[in-house]
């Protein structure tokens, strides 16, 4: 697969990213219909999918290297965004090892991961990086094993220890948040972390969906996605940093809405460790502004259906509430009201070009 | 998977132990502590699928390791592994999958076995890194074949040939409080263990148990499936899980031992024995699920939406 790696991009400061023709095509759009509501939408993660972000089990696009450099810059800042408790060191190794085999299979022209007993040889030529290690030796490796490739790989991450009929947050490396605190949640228990969703824990969601978890197989990880609303491609929106970048909500205005919002996508893993019979859950994020994804007809207007009728506790939960209404209506400018079909693909070969009001 | 039996070794009249691997010798996926294969294994007019804890521990990745005993009433699959399966044979394994890891927050372990319920431990010893007491019970005939399993000399492994020697009671109660507890054997090994925990006061979230197979056998019985309007009759060795397959049907199923949930199935009449380890006592108490791989019925029919 070949990435386009972008050399220098922002997320921060003048965000100077962008999203390619080829990136806004694979973006992995969330909604498969009209209405949005919570459910236990947990599917098989096998490889091949609505878009191309669903090719290779951890997916890594073109804005590989500035997401890594921002997680960088993020932990230079704060080191507690990335914690393992000391018992979960073999979902550590699980992990490296689960993160290097994919990356070397899906990424053969980035990544070479050569094994010879419990030598490891890792290259990974995007970062620069070329390190000889001994599998099970944390002192062979620069950073603890779960912190080392987690800084090598597109998206937040944490670990799971399964007991008590539950799941623990034992571990996690999150910069890229939808406002939530690893600091916060670590050592807590499947339904506290959930406490403050609405909606769900009265559906019986976060019931079923544990339920269905503790007995995920190995060799068998599943996936499901969500999303919510960021002003600018920011990909810390941590509540540590909240003064930061929470006053950005009041900026948003009919004429920037669209250069401003992006709608944020996780595309998220769950993966049985067998060593360490933990759980890894991978928060894939995804940032598209909506003068981007306008350019998809079929997303424009169904993502303008979505939060016209938005459930109001889920809008508030998700921290909507100052701009929803000025994305409606930008997005309602490109909504005849006509059928559209159900799914989330784009149904386009290539883009549009679209001149905002 | 298919792999190979590579070599089966004779541990005494009724124990046997097989090395699996890849024919082109490829890496198996990773048998954590406590994890199990699924064997499917040909029988005379159908296959059987066993699960068997994988000795040989995670840091075995050319083979996987299992020790089958031979069931007095077998159904079929340890009676083929034992009387008919030789070197070279493939067979069809699952991937290795865990219903019972060791807990990686106790301060030291104590494992508990009875006969062959000791296969899931020797991965334990293995790979725990924290302190360990390994107490295993069984005949006096099979000692040798055990003790040839077990690292020799070592003092916190001990061989009890006669129950009455392992005091339940007096072991749990000198026990420090950061112990786990686990315990894999018989069923009333099991309920002796953990009658002795809850008399003791410990908690629950430090009693570990697996329980393949337990209780297969019983009392013939008759299903009535409501969906598929089918009649299904459940032989006194065979388990309902297993009467359903036979019948070309494919029900949901996933450990085959209880544990998991994955084969729950709406009760609609009748009454059933159950024997899982899934169910809550409440829900238990409603007859109105079952899960077939395990659990039976206290009336002569029941009666299934399915």
Redesign the interface.
């Given at each position: 697969m070949n990435l386009n790696l972008k050399p220098d991009e922002t997320f921060r400061g003048d965000f100077s990213t962008r999203n390619s023709d080829t990136a806004i095509l694979r973006f992995p759009f969330p909604f498969h219909d009209d209405k949005y509501m919570y459910a236990v939408n947990l599917e098989p993660h096998v490889r091949g999918g609505p878009t191309a972000a669903y090719d290779a089990i951890f997916d890594l696009d073109e804005h590989y290297i500035g997401e890594c450099r921002d997680r960088a810059l993020t932990l230079a800042e704060d080191p507690l965004r990335c914690q393992v408790l000391p018992?979960?060191i073999?979902a550590e190794w699980?992990t490296l090892e689960l993160l290097m085999e994919s990356l070397a299979f899906d990424y053969p022209e980035h990544f070479t991961l050569t094994k010879s007993g419990t030598d490891r040889h890792w290259v990974n030529r995007p970062l620069g990086l070329d390190r000889n290690f001994t599998f099970g030796d944390a002192s062979s490796l620069p950073l603890p094993p779960f912190e080392y490739i987690t800084r090598q790989v597109q998206g937040d991450f944490t670990l799971h220890?399964?007991?008590?009929n539950t799941l623990f947050m034992d571990g996690g490396m999150v910069t890229s948040q939808a406002d939530w605190s690893l600091n916060f949640d670590l050592g807590m228990t499947f339904h506290e972390w959930h406490g403050p969703v609405p909606v769900a824990h009265e559906l019986g969601v976060f019931d079923r969906a544990l339920?269905y978890l503790m007995?995920l197989?190995?060799?068998?990880p599943v996936r499901r996605l969500n999303w919510t609303l960021t002003v600018h491609p920011r990909l810390d929106t941590s509540p540590e940093t909240y003064p930061i970048w929470g006053p950005d909500k009041a900026t948003i205005t009919p004429a920037n809405v669209g250069a401003h919002m992006c709608l944020r996508v996780e595309l998220q893993t769950l993966t049985r460790l067998?060593?360490?019979?933990a759980i890894l859950f991978g928060i894939r994020g995804y940032l598209i502004r909506l003068d981007e994804l306008v350019r998809v007809k079929k997303w424009a207007m169904r993502l303008h259906r979505v939060l016209r009728d938005l459930h109001p506790g889920i809008a508030e939960y998700k921290g909507t509430s100052r701009y929803r209404q000025t994305i409606v209506d930008y997005l309602g400018a490109f909504d005849d009201g006509s059928i559209i079909s159900p799914g989330t693909g784009s149904e386009q070969a290539s883009l549009r070009e679209v001149t905002t009001a | 998977m298919k792999l190979r039996i590579e070599a089966i070794s004779v541990l005494s009249p009724t124990i046997r132990r097989f090395i699996l691997a890849a024919d082109d010798g490829a890496p198996l996926?990773?048998?954590?502590?406590?994890?199990h294969v699924m064997v499917s294994l040909p029988g005379e007019t159908r296959s059987w699928r066993n699960a068997y804890s994988v000795v040989s521990g995670?840091g075995m990745r050319d083979h996987y390791e299992i020790v089958v005993r031979r069931s007095q009433q077998s159904r079929g699959g340890s009676a083929f592994l034992h009387e008919r399966a030789v070197a070279g044979d493939r067979l069809e394994v699952g991937?290795?999958?865990?219903f019972f890891?060791p807990?990686?927050?106790a301060g030291r372990h104590l494992l508990l076995s009875g006969g062959i319920g000791i296969t899931p431990f020797l991965s334990y010893i293995r790979t725990l890194h924290t302190p360990f007491e390994l107490h295993h019970c069984c005949k006096r005939e099979d000692t040798p074949a055990f003790a040839g399993l077990l690292p020799s000399g070592a003092t916190n492994i001990v061989l009890h040939t006669n129950r009455e020697e392992l005091n339940f009671r007096t072991l749990l109660a000198a026990q420090k409080l950061d112990t786990h507890l686990y315990c894999c054997g018989p069923e009333d090994f099991m309920n002796d263990a953990f009658g002795a925990a809850r008399h003791l006061g410990w908690p629950?979230?430090k009693i570990h148990r697996e329980s393949f197979g337990g209780v297969v056998s019983g009392a013939f019985f008759t299903v009535h499936l409501k969906k598929s309007g089918l009649t299904v009759q459940v032989r006194q060795e065979e388990t309902l899980l297993d009467a359903l397959e036979a019948a070309g049907l494919e029900p949901p199923s996933?450990?085959r031992g209880g544990a998991?949930?994955?084969c729950e199935l709406p009760v609609l009449a009748g009454i059933p024995a159950h024997h899982d380890h899934y169910l809550s006592d409440s829900r238990r108490a409603k007859n109105d699920a079952i899960m077939t791989c395990v659990s039976r019925a206290h009336t002569s029919e029941l009666v299934l939406d399915f």
């Open positions: 018992h979960m073999e699980d220890d399964q007991r008590e339920a007995r197989p190995y060799g068998k067998p060593r360490s019979n | 996926p990773v048998a954590g502590a406590g994890a995670p991937l290795p999958q865990n890891a807990s990686r927050i629950e979230a996933l450990c998991c949930g994955e």
